[in-house]
């Protein structure tokens, strides 16, 4: 974990690189990173540059990254970047900020999945303000007062299929066995075949006799049809059994 100075900002970042900005500001780094012709053309160095812009964000940028994730740009705001490009972009973006802080990124985005998010934020005050503890305390730049819009929008948006199927895939990469806790009810509903796949594919990165139950029964409850899920999910039983 990176070392805080008393202001609240990350150690070694430029508070004015990515702190405070906009959607627009967010996207268009985005799409520096998806363009095959943007700005840095070798791998290495887009690699590189999107560490370094990980490793910088702070809580506002999160929720501006969800926000393009949940409610993605319009075909005319990609500039000529296909939208899978865009999502699998910020996807990477999430995963690379999870290294950094993984249980707080997790229960940032894990609140995203659950049906009942919006009511519960807005049921009462003490509800409230229990939830936005458990979602805005991202690297110690957690926002002081109420929820603002931005954030509300995010949550009410969880049962867009892409945005899910990102989300789910994210928890996965992180690794984590506290993340089957947000995971565990999507076994149980009427899934995208897009969120099957991903669901599989995180009980597999995560591993473990927990994740390899939930995975049995995923493939109980999926549908002999979709020959895809079936074999995400044996792919998933092997690299589950892993050595972790």
């Not at 509800?127 to 957690?142: E, K, N, P, S």
């Amino acid at each position: 974990m990176r070392i805080r100075p008393p202001d609240g900002t990350v150690a070694g970042a430029n508070p004015a690189y990515n702190r405070g900005v906009s959607r627009q500001e967010v996207l268009r780094r985005v799409l520096e990173f998806a363009s095959p012709h943007g700005a840095f053309v070798k791998l290495e160095d887009r690699e590189r540059r999107e560490l370094a812009w990980a490793n910088a964000v702070d809580a506002e940028t999160i929720d501006e990254v969800l926000g393009l994730l949940i409610r993605p740009p319009s075909r005319s705001e990609l500039e000529g970047v296909e939208a899978i490009d865009v999502r699998y972009e910020l996807s990477h973006l999430l995963e690379l900020v999870g290294r950094r802080e993984p249980r707080t990124l997790l229960n940032r985005i894990g609140p995203l999945l659950q049906r009942n998010s919006v009511a519960l934020i807005e049921s009462s005050n003490g509800v409230r303000d229990r939830i936005v503890q458990r979602t805005d305390d991202f690297g110690g730049l957690a926002r002081r007062g109420p929820r603002n819009s931005r954030s509300v929008q995010a949550v009410a948006a969880v049962n867009e299929p892409n945005a899910q199927a990102t989300l789910v895939e994210v928890i996965g990469a992180l690794g984590l066995n506290e993340g089957l806790v947000w995971l565990e009810p999507l076994v149980d509903r009427s899934l995208d075949e897009d969120v099957a796949l991903s669901l599989a594919g995180a009980f597999g990165e995560i591993g473990g006799p927990d994740a390899m139950t939930l995975l049995a029964r995923l493939e109980a409850a999926t549908p002999p049809s979709l020959d895809a899920v079936h074999e995400e999910i044996a792919i998933a039983k092997e690299v589950g059994k892993r050595d972790r």
